[in-house]
């Protein structure tokens, strides 16, 4: 959904949040590319089917920044998710040294991105 929405190919969804992150990066169809293809490589690995004609593979890899509090605000709202519909697998997550980010993402010193919603 979010590379339709950078392609301008859809109208719904077009001002979630978490677009931000890709429309404020240089090269945005680059940057949710990279990302897809991270995404399709994890779903080959575990089994999963993900259509990988849904990526343009001519993307250039690209870095975008996210913060220390975005992450941590982001495990906590998985965590909150996994209590509900997966408590034995939230007793699996120790802390959240157990996370990786994306190669998409370079972690930088900070709050909660500006453009979240918090309640």
Not at 14 to 24: A, D, G, S, V, Y
Not at 89 to 108: A, D, E, G, W, Y
Request: charged share 30%.
């Amino acid at each position: 959904m979010a590379k339709h929405v950078l392609e301008d190919k859809t109208k719904g969804y077009r001002n979630h949040p978490q677009l931000n992150r890709f429309k404020n990066c240089r090269h945005p169809l680059h940057a949710v590319n990279y990302y897809l293809s991270i995404v399709h490589q994890e779903a080959e690995k575990r089994n999963y089917v993900f259509d990988r004609n849904k990526i343009e593979w001519r993307f250039q890899e690209c870095k975008i920044p996210v913060t220390t509090g975005q992450i941590e605000f982001e495990i906590q709202h998985l965590k909150n998710k996994l209590l509900e519909r997966d408590p034995i697998k939230l007793k699996k997550i120790k802390s959240t040294r157990n996370f990786q980010t994306h190669p998409l993402f370079t972690v930088i010193n900070g709050a909660i991105e500006n453009w979240e919603i918090t309640k």
